[in-house]
Structure formats: structure tokens, C-alpha cells
């Protein structure tokens, strides 16, 4: 085979790949575009990462339900209150049916086996992307304008997660430097996604969701995070000269002394008091 012929053969492989590979994602951007599946999906994942949250807390199987609930459509539960739209989950009960379902199979599986962490940090980052996009997606559709847009993809994604932790009565996720890279893809793709809207750009949806979904895994895999914040020198210097000063003494009270009992004289005998006594002048 000549080399121009190999080079007709490869370019035609190649175009015959770009056919296929741009006919696939066509496909995807409608599957994904405001999918009910992925939806469930999203919020069942949600629940389950709610349920693992509460390990080890001493919580009763109602308490269980509410962190797994509350996760699962806190964040477009706050991004619909905003857009004074009729909120999701009560439009569709569907969902509060799949939540609670997934809560009840969640406390008892775990009570038998435990799940893989990697596995649930895959799904948890398909959760996220997906709840940012259809957040963003939804403010769109309500003119809610560019900032907003984002703000309310961002919402969705996170908010729930946040609600769940301020209800075990611990720092956010999402404010801790071992999350990676949480809200940051979530938020890159909601700028994504309104980007892509205003410009009018395809494959929107597959484009975002995929940052997202890279920037997530990503973080997880190699472990990346944002620079943390750190004291100034003179503040840390403070700190521990207030933590390694002792704590200071109550007063001391000085005693009260008891007071000395009255010296009582003692009585004078009646002979000594007669023979003191002057007779009588006649």
C-alpha cells in the first residue's frame, strides 16, 4: 500500500469515527435534556449519600428519612423558592416515593454490607452534575438572567449536601478542603452551560455535565483542592500563647475568723465580799 493511499484510508476512518462519535452525542443531548430518569437518578443518589452521612450518629430510622430526604431535594427546594416556582418534588410525588424507598433500602443494606466509597464518590459526582445543569437549566427557562442562572445551578447541586450537614451539627462539605474540588465543578459547569446558552452553542448539556463530571472525578483521583486559608503569624503566635497560658485561679477567699467568746469575770465569794465591806458608822 502506498503512503497516499494510507493516508485516503486513515482519513476516511477518521471521518467515519467523527460521523459516529457526533451522531452518539446527538443522541445523549437529547436524552439529557431535562431527563425524569436522570432526575431520580440524581435525587436517589442524593438520598443514599444522606443515609451515609449518618453513620455512627445514633440516629433513629425517622432521622434517617429526613437527612436522606432533606439531601435529596434540599437544593431545588431553595432554587424553586427563589424562582417562585411550584416546587419539584411536590409537583411530582414520585420523587418523595423513590427518596424514601432508596432511605429504607439504604439503612438496611448498610446494616449488613458495607458499599464501596469509590463507587458512591462516582455516583455523587453523576448526582451533582446532573442537579447543577437541570438547576441552571431551569433558571434559564424563567429569565432568571446570567448571574442568577448560575447561583441557582450551583444551589441545586450543593445546598442539599449543606442543609444535611447542618443538621448532623457539622462544618459543611463543601467549606472543608478534603471535599475536592466540590462546589468549583459545580459551578464551572453552570458558567459552562449559560455560556454555551447565550452563544448558543451545541451539545450543551453533554459539554457541561462532562466538566463537571472531569473536574469531580478528577479532584478525587489526584486529590485537588483550592489554596487553603491560613492565619498571619502574628495571629497563630496569639493563638498559642492563649492556648498555652494557664487558666486563671479563682479568688481565694480569706477564712472568716470565729470571733473570741465574751470573758465572763468570775463571781466574787460572799466572804470575801463581807470582810471588804466598812461596818456600818453607829
Known sequence: MESSDLILWLQKVLDAGLVFFFHWLT???????HSPPLEHFGAITAAITGVLAARNKKIDIFGILVLGFVTGVGGGTIRDICLNVEVWWVEQPSFTISIVITCFLTFFITRITRLPRKLLDVADAFALAFFT?????KAIEYDAG??????????????????????????????????????TASTAGAILYVCS??????????LSIGVILLLR????????????????????????QGAAAPAPLP?????????APPQVEPPVPVETALETTPPPEK
Open 27 to 33: 443522541s445523549l443531548e437529547q436524552s439529557l435534556r
Open 217 to 240: 472525578i478528577g479532584a478525587i483521583r489526584w486529590k485537588l483542592t483550592l489554596p487553603e486559608y491560613h492565619a498571619d503569624e502574628e495571629d497563630e503566635q496569639n493563638q498559642a
Open 251 to 259: 479568688p481565694v477567699i480569706p477564712p472568716v475568723e470565729a470571733a
Open 197 to 206: 446558552d447565550i452563544w448558543n452553542l451545541p451539545y450543551k448539556w453533554s
Open 133 to 137: 445543569v437541570i438547576g441552571t437549566w
Open 146 to 183: 446570567i448571574v442568577n442562572s448560575v447561583m441557582m445551578g450551583v444551589i441545586t447541586g450543593v445546598a442539599g449536601g449543606m442543609l444535611r450537614d447542618v443538621l448532623l451539627g457539622t462544618i459543611p462539605n463543601v467549606f472543608r478542603q478534603g471535599i475536592y474540588l466540590y462546589a
